[in-house]
């Protein structure tokens, strides 16, 4: 049985630990024109089952065959048994902490994919013990953990990639080459949504309990949520739908369907965001008044300021909204199918539409399947190919990162096919902390603080011509336009709805700081 350690000092005291015995490969000593003695990349990964389960196939089954998987960790041993089973040499752990402090001389890098609220506590202390990272989206629960996230990388000088593999994807680069071409004019407005959420949201919490599986390490899974009693059909999936734990269908898919806007129209932070959202209701008159529930649809609109000083508004759509049906589509096409291009409408997850002034174009998430509206126009396209496409498309996108850890930080490899953020030369993966990620992960994440804030109530008294003086609801943070400060990462006209910029770990979980 594995000794339990003492979980607050080694979260306080993980710099020093990196510090006092971290290995540092010696490529990454040798600078680049240095050859390693090995050119495997030694992986501890701290999620099992379920979307880490795909992170690990697509590292253990690369081309190159240069990655290997040397440590799992999971709290459910269910979801994990078929990791484990197909991983037997790999020395499996429920507690990443643990398997940090015992093993961290005998891994390169770490990959993480568990549920958003423990994403940047992992990240933070894989960075801190200078290992490479790969995050899955989006990056953090909080838009404070986002920034700090993006500071790690930067301070420890580690290869980082956010788990959003469309960014790999060929159209990225034909979305960029058509850009570039100006087929459709100074775009104004980029349209997003998605099928999401596909679990249970906008309800009230469960009111029963329920005994916890023995297969289950609860106390690990809740990690810096607040101490919350064990509820049936909750994990593994349907967390997403609520705050404590989740980020609801923007988070889920945002990072996806955003991303391509903001990477290659070089977005920075929205200056204002609106929000609209679905009100459940309990009975008559009563809405559902739970803090911890996500609204089950839900309409935003980000305005942007564009580099060359123009104006861009961004719409979200989520719960079966749609945008307003292009003229230019046939009237017996389904809407969804056409503009993501999925073969069946069973395959939709999410699509985006830009709007220029002398055309559309629209694509799946990530980028993918990119078309010209009218859809006829896509026979007589002839841009030449300028961008390298990445070896694999979007299964490259675990590959290039196990490339790039290898090679160092900032250190280029043969293949490398990522696509620079505008103004920027070089790119190293398509989806670096820096410069990319985070930043696209804060603006998903700020659409999240207004979803919130639309759920804020206060009481007060009003004057009632028939009963007189009655106390009443009133929900302040509903129908107003944002001010975002984003390089402080505040809204400057309503002050409540800053309380969700950061939240409070549960105690023992230690403090996110560099």
């Given at each position: 049985?594995?000794?339990?350690?003492?979980?607050?000092?080694?979260?306080?005291?993980?710099?020093?630990?990196?510090?006092?015995?971290?290995?540092?490969?010696?490529?990454?000593?040798?600078?680049?024109?240095?050859?390693?003695?090995?050119?495997?990349?030694?992986?501890?990964?701290?999620?099992?089952?379920?979307?880490?389960?795909?992170?690990?196939?697509?590292?253990?089954?690369?081309?190159?065959?240069?990655?290997v998987i040397a440590?799992?960790?999971?709290?459910?041993?269910?979801?994990?048994?078929?990791?484990?089973?197909?991983?037997?040499?790999?020395?499996?752990?429920?507690?990443?902490?643990?398997?940090?402090?015992?093993?961290?001389?005998?891994?390169?890098?770490?990959?993480?994919?568990?549920?958003?609220?423990?994403?940047?506590?992992?990240?933070?202390?894989?960075?801190?013990?200078?290992?490479?990272?790969?995050?899955?989206?989006?990056?953090?629960?909080?838009?404070?953990?986002?920034?700090?996230?993006?500071?790690?990388?930067?301070?420890?000088?580690?290869?980082?990639?956010?788990?959003?593999?469309?960014?790999?994807?060929?159209?990225?680069?034909?979305?960029?080459?058509?850009?570039?071409?100006?087929?459709?004019?100074?775009?104004?407005?980029?349209?997003?949504w998605t099928n999401?959420?596909?679990?249970?949201?906008?309800?009230?919490?469960?009111?029963?309990?329920?005994?916890?599986?023995?297969?289950?390490?609860?106390?690990?899974?809740?990690?810096?949520?607040?101490?919350?009693?064990?509820?049936?059909?909750?994990?593994?999936?349907?967390?997403?739908?609520?705050?404590?734990?989740?980020?609801?269908?923007?988070?889920?898919?945002?990072?996806?369907?955003?991303?391509?806007?903001?990477?290659?129209?070089?977005?920075?932070?929205?200056?204002?965001?609106?929000?609209?959202?679905?009100?459940?209701?309990?009975?008559?008159?009563?809405?559902?008044?739970?803090?911890?529930?996500?609204?089950?649809?839900?309409?935003?609109?980000?305005?942007?300021?564009?580099?060359?000083?123009?104006?861009?508004?961004?719409?979200?759509?989520?719960?079966?909204?749609?945008?307003?049906?292009?003229?230019?589509?046939?009237?017996?096409?389904?809407?969804?199918?056409?503009?993501?291009?999925?073969?069946?409408?069973?395959?939709?997850?999410?699509?985006?539409?830009?709007?220029?002034?002398?055309?559309?174009?629209?694509?799946?998430?990530?980028?993918?399947?990119?078309?010209?509206?009218?859809?006829?126009?896509?026979?007589?396209?002839?841009?030449?190919?300028?961008?390298?496409?990445?070896?694999?498309?979007?299964?490259?996108?675990?590959?290039?990162?196990?490339?790039?850890?290898?090679?160092?930080?900032?250190?280029?490899?043969?293949?490398?096919?990522?696509?620079?953020?505008?103004g920027k030369e070089?790119?190293?993966?398509?989806?670096?902390?820096?410069?990319?990620?985070?930043?696209?992960?804060?603006?998903?994440?700020?659409?999240?603080?207004?979803?919130?804030?639309?759920?804020?109530?206060?009481?007060?008294?009003?004057?009632?011509?028939?009963?007189?003086?009655?106390?009443?609801?009133?929900?302040?943070?509903?129908?107003?336009?944002?001010?975002?400060?984003?390089?402080?990462?505040?809204?400057?006209?309503?002050?409540?709805?800053?309380?969700?910029?950061?939240?409070?770990?549960?105690?023992?979980?230690?403090?996110?700081?560099?």
């Open positions: 049985m594995k000794k339990n350690i003492g979980r607050r000092e080694f979260i306080k005291d993980s710099a020093l630990t990196a510090a006092a015995f971290t290995i540092v490969p010696s490529h990454v000593l040798g600078g680049k024109k240095h050859v390693a003695p090995s050119d495997k990349l030694y992986i501890a990964c701290v999620g099992c089952g379920g979307e880490a389960q795909n992170d690990i196939e697509h590292y253990a089954y690369a081309p190159k065959k240069n990655a440590f799992l960790c999971d709290v459910d041993d269910v979801r994990s048994a078929e990791t484990r089973k197909n991983f037997p040499k790999a020395p499996y752990y429920h507690d990443w902490r643990e398997m940090f402090e015992k093993e961290h001389k005998n891994f390169d890098a770490v990959t993480v994919a568990i549920p958003d609220h423990n994403h940047a506590i992992v990240g933070l202390n894989a960075m801190k013990l200078r290992k490479h990272l790969y995050l899955q989206k989006p990056l953090s629960h909080d838009i404070y953990e986002a920034r700090i996230l993006t500071k790690a990388a930067e301070k420890y000088k580690v290869v980082t990639q956010m788990g959003n593999q469309g960014a790999s994807f060929d159209g990225m680069r034909t979305l960029k080459e058509w850009f570039d071409a100006d087929l459709i004019g100074e775009i104004e407005k980029v349209y997003n999401r959420p596909v679990w249970p949201q906008g309800i009230p919490w469960p009111d029963k309990t329920a005994p916890v599986p023995d297969t289950l390490k609860w106390d690990l899974w809740l990690g810096t949520a607040p101490q919350t009693e064990y509820v049936d059909n909750l994990v593994p999936f349907n967390w997403r739908g609520w705050w404590r734990f989740g980020t609801g269908a923007l988070g889920d898919m945002g990072c996806h369907i955003i991303g391509p806007s903001f990477k290659l129209l070089g977005l920075g932070y929205p200056t204002e965001v609106t929000c609209e959202a679905v009100i459940t209701y309990t009975g008559m008159f009563k809405e559902v008044d739970d803090p911890m529930s996500i609204p089950p649809a839900s309409r935003l609109r980000y305005t942007f300021q564009r580099p060359d000083g123009g104006e861009l508004k961004l719409y979200w759509m989520d719960g079966g909204l749609v945008p307003e049906r292009p003229d230019e589509l046939p009237p017996d096409l389904n809407l969804n199918e056409a503009l993501a291009g999925v073969p069946k409408l069973g395959d939709f997850e999410g699509g985006t539409l830009f709007v220029g002034k002398r055309g559309k174009i629209s694509c799946g998430w990530g980028g993918r399947n990119p078309r010209l509206l009218p859809l006829s126009l896509n026979n007589q396209v002839d841009v030449a190919k300028k961008y390298p496409r990445v070896h694999g498309s979007a299964n490259g996108h675990w590959w290039q990162w196990v490339d790039a850890a290898i090679a160092g930080y900032h250190n280029d490899y043969e293949g490398n096919a990522a696509l620079p953020m505008p070089k790119a190293y993966v398509d989806s670096p902390f820096e410069d990319y990620a985070g930043p696209v992960t804060e603006t998903v994440l700020m659409g999240n603080l207004l979803l919130r804030s639309f759920g804020i109530r206060e009481k007060t008294k009003r004057h009632d011509p028939v009963y007189g003086e009655v106390e009443d609801i009133t929900t302040p943070g509903r129908y107003i336009a944002y001010k975002w400060d984003g390089a402080n990462m505040r809204i400057t006209n309503f002050e409540p709805a800053n309380q969700f910029v950061k939240r409070e770990y549960r105690q023992g979980w230690g403090k996110l700081e560099l």
